[in-house]
C-alpha cells in the first residue's frame, strides 16, 4: 500500500516541460498488446493499495498499481467479483492495466464490460493536472463521462491513478455444458439460448463442439441444464481461465492472432485459418496468415472491426484503422487531454 | 438583430419545407420550456428537420452563420437542457419517429431519436425481447433524449443505464459532418466515445440514429411491497438486501407525503399510514425468482418492516409500479408546484441524508416528497412550494442548492440521471474543481470548437463559478485555489 501521486505527477509534470514522451507501466503483464512502447517509463505498478471497499455498496476503489490478484482475492472473501471476469496474462497485472486496456473475459457478454463497471477515476493528464471524474456512486451524470472514456484509451489520454468499479454477488451454482455442433448451428443456437432468458454467462464455440456455461441459484442451474442438455464439464475443470487466460492449447501458435468484434449473429466469416469463437460468437479469435487487410475488409463489411492481438507486426497498426473523420476527432481529443502528446504516443494509433 | 433573422429564415426555407420552420411568437410558445418550466425563454426560430441530411444542412448553416443549436426530443427533461436560446435555433427531432430495424438475432433495434422508449419494448413484444431503461417518463421521453441524459429509470439498478444499453450511434456533428460512433459488435475501435456521447446534453453533437440493445423479457417478475413506520428503518433494509447478494430489478422508496399523493392519484392500494414503503421487484428464471422472494421476505422481516405484500398476480404487480410510476404527478396534485431533486448518494449515507432534508425542510417551512430510486441512492426529494407567493421559487432553489451539496459532501453527485442543464450548473462548481472544469471545456472545443451547440449549459465557465463563490468541496480540496476573484 503506497501513494505515489506526488511523485507520479512530478514526473509527468516534468516530461511536459521537457515534451518528453512517457511509456505508462503497470505490471507489464501486457506489453505483447497494442503497438510498441517508447520513451521514458512512468511506473505505476509500485502506486497500490485498496483505498476502500464497502461490500454493502457494491464498490471498490483501489489505487492503479493494485494487482487484480489482490482485488479479486479481498472481493472474494465477501462473496463478490468484479463481473468482467478480465483476463491477467501474467501475475503482476494491474488494476490500471486492465482498465486502460478495457480487457474483458467470458461472462463479457452476458454481463458487461470492464468500462460498463468503472464509476470514476482518479487521474493525471498530460499537463500533470490531477483530476477526479465520476465517483463511487452507481448513478452520476455530472460531467462528460471522462471515467469511461479512459477505458480501452491505452494511457493515451490519462495516467490512471485510481479507480473506482462497481463489483457484483457471485452466483451461487456454476455449471458447463458441452455438445457437439457444427458452426452455422452453433451460432444459431447461441441466439437462441440468448432469447430465452436462461441463466447463461458464457457461450464458446471451438470449431467442435459448443460450450455453455450456467450461472444462478442451483434450482435454476438445474432447470437450464435440463433445457439445454449436453454432457457436464467437469467442476475442476480449468477451461474458461485457460480460454481467458490464452493458456488454452488453441493459443499455442506463433500466427499472428486476430481478435474480431462482430455482431454475435455474423455467419462464419471465410477467411482462412483456425477460428475459436467467444462471446457468444461476438468476440471471435483467428490464427491465420491472411494479409491483415483482407481480414480487415471481412471484419468491416460484417459490421465489426479487427484487431491483431497478438505476434505478427508489432509496427504497424495494430487496431482497426480509423475513419478520417474519426481519426480527426481522435486527435483533437487527445489533444484535449494531452497536448503535448508525452502520454503513451504511438501505443494505440502511430499518430495518437 | 431582425434582418439577421430574415436571412437566417430565407436560408432555412431554402432546406427545409415551409411547415418544418416556426417563427411565429404564437408557434414558439410549446418550445419554451422543458420540464423543467420554471425556466422559460422563446427560441428564434425552431425547426423540424424530417431526414439526417436535412439535420445536416440546418448544422452547416448554423456553423457559418455561428448561430447557436438547441436540440429537443419530446422536452420531459428536468434541468432546463432544452431550454432555448433567443438568438438560437431549436432543433426538434420530434419528426424522427421510426423503427428502423429490429435484429431479433443479435438482440439489436435501430430507431429514429424522436422514438419514445415505451415504444421501443412495445415493438420489440412479439421477438420476446425488450429495452431495458425505463424511466418514468418513458410514454412520453425519447431515446435520443434518453441517451443525451444517460437516463435511468426503476429496472437499472439490474439492468444498468442508457450507456450499458446502446451499441451504436449516428451522430451529427455541429459542422454537420455525420460520423458513425460504436459499431455492431460489442465495442468499437478506437476512444469510447459511445461512452462519452451518453449523457452529453446535446453539448457534443445531435443524435441522429441510435442502436440499441434488447434483452429477453424475463420468464417471471415478483414484486414485494414492505411498509415502515420509520424512514431509517427502510433505509437500512436497502443495505441488508444488497448485501445478502441479492440484486433487485428494482428497488425503490417512497416517504410518507409521496404514498399518500400516489394513493390518491392511481388508488394503487399503498398503505397510507406507513413513513415509508419499499418496492423490490426480483426477476429471472422461475426458479431463481422463488428462491431471491424468500430472501428479500425474510431481510424485509427482520428489519423491522409492519406490513409485507407480494403481488398475488401481474395485475397487483403492474399496480403497485403504477403509484410509484405515478409518483411526480400525483405530488403536482398536492401542491401547485414542485422542483424535483436528484442527487445520488452512497446508500450507507441515506439516513443521515434523509434526516438532514427533514431538518431543512422545516427550516426552510417548505414540505418535501421523497420518492427515489433506493438501491442505487439516487434521490429525488420534491420540494412543494407556489410559483405565486413571491419569494417562494427562489426559496426553493436555495434549499435545493442546499440538498445537492449535501450529496456532494457525503461523497454522492448533484445528478444521478436527470443532468446538470441549466438549473445544477452552479452546483457543477462544488462538485468539480477549475482544472476538472477546463477539461470539460476542452473535451466539448475537441467536438464544437465554435461552442454553438446548446452553450452555457452542463458545464459552468470559471467566471461564474468564481461569482458563485462556491466552495468546492470534492475530496476536501480548496475551490478554485488558482482562481482571482472577480
Ligand atoms: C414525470 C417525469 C418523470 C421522469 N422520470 C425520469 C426517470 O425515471 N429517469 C430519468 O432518467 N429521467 C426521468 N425524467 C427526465 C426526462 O424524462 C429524461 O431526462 C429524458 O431522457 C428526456 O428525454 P426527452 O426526449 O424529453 O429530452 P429533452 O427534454 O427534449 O432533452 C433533454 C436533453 O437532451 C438533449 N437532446 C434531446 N434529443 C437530442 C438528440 N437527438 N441529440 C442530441 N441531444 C439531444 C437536449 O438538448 C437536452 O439537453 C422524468 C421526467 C418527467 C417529466
Known amino acids: 500500500m503506497s501513494d505515489l501521486s506526488t511523485i507520479l505527477q512530478d514526473s509527468v509534470v516534468d516530461a511536459y516541460r521537457h515534451r518528453r514522451p512517457l511509456q505508462i507501466l503497470g505490471g507489464n503483464t501486457k506489453r505483447f498488446y497494442g503497438r510498441q512502447p517508447s520513451g521514458g517509463q512512468l511506473e505505476v505498478g509500485s502506486h497500490t493499495g485498496i483505498i476502500n471497499y464497502e461490500p454493502t455498496e457494491l464498490v471498490i476503489t483501489a489505487r492503479a498499481g493494485t494487482t487484480l490478484s489482490e482485488i479479486e482475492t479481498v472481493l472474494a472473501q465477501n462473496n463478490q467479483m468484479l463481473p468482467f471476469e478480465p483476463p491477467r496474462f501474467g501475475a503482476a497485472a494491474t488494476l490500471g492495466g486492465t482498465v486502460a486496456c478495457n480487457l474483458s473475459g467470458p461472462r463479457r457478454p452476458y454481463a458487461g464490460s470492464v468500462r460498463d463497471y468503472v464509476l470514476g477515476v482518479k487521474l493525471l493528464n498530460g499537463k500533470g493536472e490531477i483530476l477526479h471524474f465520476g465517483g463511487e456512486v452507481m448513478k452520476n451524470v455530472a460531467g462528460y463521462d471522462v471515467s469511461r472514456l479512459m477505458s480501452g484509451a491505452m494511457g493515451t489520454m490519462g495516467v490512471l491513478l485510481e479507480i ?25 443456437q447461441i441466439a437462441h439460448y440468448a432469447r430465452e432468458a436462461l441463466p447463461i454467462s458464457a457461450s464458446l464455440y471451438d470449431g467442435n463442439r459448443l460450450y455453455v456455461r450456467l450461472c444462478g441459484t442451483a434450482r435454476s442451474v438445474g432447470m437450464a441444464k435440463l433445457k439445454i442438455g449436453g454432457d457436464q464439464l467437469p467442476l475442476n475443470d480449468s477451461f474458461w481461465s485457460r480460454i481467458n487466460e490464452h493458456t488454452h492449447a488453441f493459443f499455442d501458435s506463433p500466427q499472428p492472432l486476430w481478435r474480431l468484434s462482430l455482431a454475435p449473429y455474423t455467419a462464419p466469416l471465410k477467411l482462412h485459418g483456425k477460428w475459436l469463437l467467444d462471446w457468444g460468437g461476438a468476440q471471435r479469435w483467428l490464427l491465420s496468415d491472411e494479409p491483415a487487410e483482407k481480414i480487415r475488409a471481412a471484419a468491416e463489411q460484417a459490421g465489426g472491426h479487427a484487431c491483431l492481438f497478438r505476434n505478427g507486426d508489432r509496427e504497424a497498426e495494430i487496431f482497426h484503422p480509423l475513419p478520417a473523420k474519426m481519426l480527426a476527432l481522435h486527435h483533437r481529443l487527445k489533444h484535449a487531454f494531452d497536448p503535448h502528446g508525452i502520454l503513451n504516443p504511438g501505443r494505440m494509433y502511430k499518430e495518437l | 438583430m431582425a434582418s439577421d433573422k430574415n ?48 439535420v445536416q444542412a440546418i448544422l452547416r448553416l448554423c456553423y457559418a452563420r455561428e448561430v447557436p443549436v438547441v436540440a429537443r426530443g419530446a422536452g ?72 443525451a441524459e444517460n437516463s435511468g429509470g426503476v429496472h437499472c439498478l439490474k439492468y444498468g443505464l442508457t450507456v450499458h444499453n446502446i451499441n451504436q450511434l449516428k451522430v451529427v456533428m455541429m459542422d454537420g459532418e455525420l460520423v458513425t460512433i460504436g459499431g455492431g459488435g460489442l465495442d468499437s475501435p ?33 414484486v414485494v411491497l414492505a411498509a415502515f413506520d420509520d424512514v431509517e428503518k427502510a433505509g437500512a433494509a436497502v443495505g441488508d438486501i444488497i448485501s445478502a447478494g441479492v440484486i433487485p430489478a428494482g428497488l425503490e422508496m417512497m416517504d410518507g407525503l409521496a404514498i399518500k399523493a400516489a394513493e390518491d392519484f392511481v388508488h394503487a392500494g399503498y398503505p397510507v399510514d406507513a413513513a415509508a414503503i ?71 449515507s441515506l439516513p443521515q441524508v434523509l434526516k438532514a432534508i427533514a431538518d431543512m425542510s422545516a427550516e426552510y417551512k417548505l414540505p418535501v416528497a421523497n420518492v427515489f430510486h433506493a438501491g442505487d441512492g439516487n434521490l429525488h426529494p420534491l420540494i412543494l412550494y407556489d410559483a405565486n407567493i413571491p419569494g417562494e421559487l427562489q426559496r426553493t432553489e436555495e434549499f435545493g442548492g442546499k440538498i445537492l451539496e449535501l450529496c456532494v459532501k457525503v461523497g454522492g453527485t448533484i ?31 475537441a467536438f464544437d470548437e465554435k461552442c454553438l451547440l446548446n452553450p452555457g449549459k452542463a458545464v459552468p465557465t470559471l467566471h461564474r463559478c468564481a461569482e458563485f463563490g462556491a466552495m468546492h468541496v470534492h475530496h476536501g480540496e480548496m475551490a478554485f485555489p488558482d482562481l482571482e476573484r472577480f
Open chain 2, 278 to 348: 419499499l418496492l423490490c421487484e426480483i426477476d429471472g428464471t422461475n426458479e431463481d425468482v422463488s428462491e431471491h422472494i424468500l430472501t428479500v421476505h425474510d431481510i424485509l422481516k427482520k428489519s423491522g418492516a409492519i406490513e409485507i405484500r407480494t403481488a398475488k398476480d401481474e395485475q397487483e404487480r403492474l399496480n403497485f409500479w403504477k403509484g410509484r410510476k405515478a409518483a411526480f404527478p400525483a405530488v403536482g396534485r398536492i401542491s401547485p408546484d414542485y422542483y424535483c431533486m436528484d442527487g445520488t448518494i452512497p446508500r450507507k
Open chain 2, 7 to 54: 436571412d437566417l429564415l430565407n436560408e432555412l426555407y431554402r432546406l427545409l419545407p415551409r411547415d418544418s420552420v416556426l417563427h411565429e411568437t404564437e408557434d414558439l410558445h410549446p418550445y419554451e420550456c422543458d420540464g423543467l418550466s420554471a425556466y422559460r425563454k422563446l427560441p428564434l426560430v425552431v425547426v423540424l428537420p424530417e431526414t439526417v441530411e436535412q
Open chain 2, 190 to 222: 478506437g476512444y469510447d466515445l459511445l461512452a462519452l456521447m451518453t449523457g452529453s446534453e446535446g453539448m457534443l453533437g445531435v443524435i441522429v440514429e441510435v442502436t440499441v440493445k434488447l434483452l429477453p423479457i424475463p420468464q417471471r417478475a415478483q
Open chain 2, 415 to 445: 445528478t444521478g440521471e436527470h443532468g446538470v442543464g441549466m438549473e445544477k450548473i452552479n452546483q457543477m462548481c462544488v462538485q468539480f474543481n477549475s482544472v476538472e472544469l477546463q477539461q470539460f471545456h476542452a473535451v466539448k472545443a
Open chain 1, 164 to 188: 473506482s468499479l462497481k463489483v457484483l454477488p457471485r452466483a451461487d451454482d456454476e455449471c458447463t455444458l458441452i455438445m457437439e455442433l457444427d458452426e452455422a448451428l452453433a451460432i444459431r
Open chain 2, 76 to 147: 420531459t427533461g428536468l434541468s432546463g437542457g432544452a431550454l432555448p436560446l433567443e438568438n438560437g435555433v431549436l432543433l426538434s427531432l420530434a419528426r424522427f419517429k421510426h423503427i428502423l430495424e429490429i435484429d431479433p438475432d443479435n438482440r439489436l433495434a435501430r430507431v429514429q431519436p424522436g422514438v419514445r422508449n415505451l415504444a421501443i419494448s412495445q415493438a420489440c413484444v412479439e421477438h420476446n425481447l425488450y429495452y431495458a431503461p425505463d424511466p418514468s417518463s418513458q410514454i412520453a421521453c425519447t431515446i435520443g433524449g434518453n441517451v
